[in-house]
């Protein structure tokens, strides 16, 4: 039975609790931090196995857990993520923009081998990253293309030095085409998924992105290519905003259920 | 420093052996077994760190090793998967086919959970089981159409009892659309891949399977499609036969790799 602690009690926090709190794989959820008093109280009234809210975000990995689970924000990783390492705890990243920040990647990755832990990174709003993680030495490109309404797009700082106005598109336009490097500071939606690709294949610098407003749409579309000597990979992931997060795609709190999940059971474990 | 135990020293086994042995990830190849002596034999030859070859296959697990890899058959995966984890060692599967058997399959999955190990399954020849594993308890459809050369399909059991001539094939043609339960059988080249999908998503009565010829490719094409209340996803995985072993994807050896040194290393770990 794994023990958990979780830092941040907003919706995808909430998603991960309820989950948990339903006895669906072997853990317990033993202690929350929000710096919203209001949000760890409200989420701890909907559990049926009370956790204990500690009184900083230091304090989950001093526990006796085995896992500390980041649902807060990027600045929430870069506090706490080495002391969770140091205290010989593992953790799951659901803001995985802050490890675009190449010092502290290569910190917490040097800390993953010296606190022998392990940090899991889930696969979010995108998919195929198993594929992608095996063919890293062989990558020649590797680009994502994320289609989305406008309003969807309102907003991110790009627009600030743009003359499109986003109320008047009546097709599908290009926004935004460059490198993920780029992307992630004029786009703060899209960062975790360029992040993502970023980091499981070639770097930010390498990885392209380009952004389309299609105001037909009613999904987020992620469309990502990769090349090499391996052949070539395509995948079209089409996602459903959560109906509890419309800003979060349901298979984004999917899959950080499905690592928790698999983290948590000694099971047959599928997928590279 | 994982110590590793190779059950299979053909093509796909040697490849992994020869990367384990240019210590890329922290691991060392303790003990082989082959069936074929002068297999085994030949692969120790091939290596720095000599292993010791044993004696018999139920031999492997019995060492002080952390892991038994497979890559030698289905039946060999009968005969000592569960002996391995008895042994309270973990497993890694290549021959993926033998788990379709449902009593083996939840012999072994009980078995990993009473004796607290893991059985892993790499992506294979494909990817995306990322995506579809989170989305399994929302799959509403899942297929695979497989495209290959029509020399490739030669030699399969469907053809015992089919009117169709690869050698007169001039265009993309359907050879056949059934169920993955019926596939395995008719089509054992495709095996792997059909039971990869089936056990990470709908089982393989649910999982709709086409086999197309095409007279002009000289890849392997997967395409993939799921579907659900979490929107849809699409994969297609285009693959050059590794240059070792044609009947081989390249992938194939490069998703067995990749999962054998995220078993190996405290690392950020990216990917559901």
């Given at each position: ?55 900083n ?12 689970v ?64 095996s ?18 797009l ?41 992040a ?77």
């Open positions: 039975m794994k023990r958990i602690a979780l830092l941040g009690c907003g919706s995808m926090g909430t998603q991960i609790a309820l989950t948990i709190d339903s006895n669906d794989f072997p853990a317990v959820l033993t202690h929350v931090y929000d710096a919203s008093k209001a949000a760890s109280s409200s989420l701890v009234e909907k559990l049926n196995n009370k956790p204990e809210i500690v009184e975000s230091h304090l989950l990995s001093s526990q006796h857990i085995d896992i500390v980041e649902a807060a924000s990027q600045d929430a990783v870069k506090d706490v993520a080495l002391s969770v390492l140091q205290n010989k705890k593992d953790l799951m990243i659901m803001s995985v923009g802050a490890l675009l920040d190449e010092s502290i990647y290569d910190i917490l990755s040097d800390a993953c081998k010296d606190f022998k832990k392990t940090i899991y990174l889930p696969s979010g709003a995108i998919a195929g990253l198993d594929g992608i993680k063919v890293k030495s062989e990558l020649e490109s590797l680009s994502i293309t994320t289609t989305k309404h406008p309003r969807s309102k907003g991110a700082k790009f627009f600030e030095n743009s003359d499109i106005n986003l109320d008047k598109i009546d097709s599908i336009t290009t926004i935004f085409d460059g490198t993920a490097k780029e992307a992630v500071s004029l786009f703060p939606a899209n960062i975790n998924v360029a993502l690709l970023s980091l499981t294949g070639i770097g930010s610098k390498q990885t392209k992105v380009r952004i389309l407003a299609d105001p037909n749409t009613d999904k987020n579309t992620h469309h990502i290519e990769a090349s090499g000597k391996f052949g070539k990979m395509t995948f079209t992931i089409e996602n459903f905003p959560d109906k509890n997060n419309p800003k979060t795609s349901r298979l984004a709190i999917l899959s950080a259920i499905e690592t928790l999940k698999k983290y948590c059971s000694d099971e047959i474990q599928i997928g590279t």
